[in-house]
Each structure stands twice: as structure tokens, then as C-alpha cells.
């Protein structure tokens, strides 16, 4: 009798991790953030000013232009950079010449920023792994 207790609780047991696991839509959707960022800018960039950053969810970080190449060197202007955050272990920070812009290194999802580029050095990262995860690029 008390074998058959046993088996019948540890059924029980596995059947509340099954479903535990499988999770629901609104804890899923609680370490998500959708933001727009306004802090740098002067405007609306043009569609062919668009930049897009991307971290996680592995160890990679990148920026790159609307034809997906890296980006290098951009002229000087207004921009709209989406940035896509795949981590909760990873940030997404942009500085430079009138930029200080981060994604939150807890929070994952996507964020837009519009900002004026100004000609000088530009440099990304993701902040706890900055010595690994950067890049860099020139504005004129």
C-alpha cells in the first residue's frame, strides 16, 4: 500500500513540472520589452538612414546597414536604429559623439532609437562582456 502512495505522488509530481514547464503567455511576454528611445535625436531618419543592432543570444553583437553589411562608417545625419536584444544576459549600448543609448541587460526584445549621428568615432557593446562583445564605426 504504501508503494502504491509513492508511485502515485511522484506521478503527480511529474505531471505539476510537465505543466509547470510549459509555461504561459504572460510570463513570457513580462521579460519582453518593446520600447522607443527618443534622447539624441532631431527627427525621423529616412528609411535608407536606418541601422539595425542586434545582441544575443549567443555571444554576438553587430551592427549593420539596411543592405546588412557591417557598418563601418555612416555619414553624418538623422538615423533610426532598431536594435534587436535576444538576451537577458546581453545589452545593446551605443556611444559617441551626443549618443549615450543602452538596452537593459535583464530586459530582451526590440527598441528604436532616433538619433543624430555627428561626424566622429561611434563605439557599441554589450556592457558585462565589453571586452569581447564590441564594435566600432566612423561617422563623417
Known amino acids: 500500500m504504501r508503494r502504491a502512495h509513492i508511485v502515485a ?3 503527480v509530481a511529474v505531471v505539476a513540472f510537465a505543466l509547470a514547464g510549459c509555461g504561459g503567455g504572460s510570463n513570457e511576454s513580462a521579460a519582453t520589452t518593446e520600447t522607443t528611445t527618443t534622447g539624441t535625436t532631431t527627427g525621423m531618419a529616412p528609411a ?17 546597414d539596411s543592405s ?9 545625419g538623422d538615423y533610426t536604429i532598431n536594435v534587436d536584444d535576444q538576451s537577458d544576459i546581453h545589452n545593446f549600448h551605443l556611444t559617441g559623439t551626443g549618443a549615450d543609448e543602452m538596452t537593459d541587460v535583464s530586459g530582451t526584445g526590440t527598441t528604436t532609437w532616433h538619433v543624430t549621428l555627428q561626424a566622429g568615432s ?8 565589453a571586452s569581447s562583445m564590441n564594435g566600432d564605426f566612423q561617422v563623417t
Not at 546588412?68 to 553624418?76: F, I, L, R, T, Y
Not at 561611434?122 to 562582456?129: G, R
Open 9 to 11: 505522488v511522484l506521478g
Open 48 to 64: 535608407d538612414n536606418t541601422l539595425t543592432g542586434s545582441v544575443g543570444p549567443g555571444f554576438d553583437i553587430s551592427l549593420k
Open 68 to 76: 546588412g553589411n557591417d557598418v563601418k562608417s555612416v555619414p553624418a
Open 122 to 129: 561611434y563605439h557599441f557593446q554589450c556592457d558585462p562582456h
